[in-house]
């Protein structure tokens, strides 16, 4: 596969509202289970970025990651039940978790080109 092709891909996949589907599950079923989905999703994506060289597109996908979060949750009923994310509002929460993935994701890629030799 081409690069432009590859690199297409990592940000279709970054697209996808990691952070609403974890907030959006927290908030109907009570369990922070789809957190931990949400940081193993993105913990694979960063390691195939990494793999593949394409450490920026970390930045550009979790801010197309963001968007589409943000996005979401203007369109649902999350900001009617933002008390249940206390003591972050909804996009507050949002925010917070973009960063720490983002943080966590640029440790993972930079230990993976380490030990990969990339």
Do not use: C, E
């Amino acid at each position: 596969m081409t690069k432009r092709k590859v690199t297409f891909l990592l940000l279709l996949a970054y697209s996808v509202p990691f952070a609403f589907l974890a907030m959006n599950g927290d908030l109907r079923s009570h369990t922070m289970m789809y957190y931990g989905f949400m940081t193993v999703s993105l913990i694979l994506l960063s390691l195939i970025t990494a793999k593949k060289s394409n450490v920026r597109i970390i930045v550009f996908g979790n801010i197309l990651s963001f968007l589409s979060s943000y996005i979401f949750i203007l369109l649902t009923d999350i900001l009617q039940d933002q008390w249940y994310f206390a003591p972050f509002s909804a996009v507050g929460l949002l925010i917070f978790l973009t960063i720490l993935s983002l943080l966590l994701q640029f440790i993972i890629a930079l230990l993976a080109r380490n030990f990969m030799n990339v």
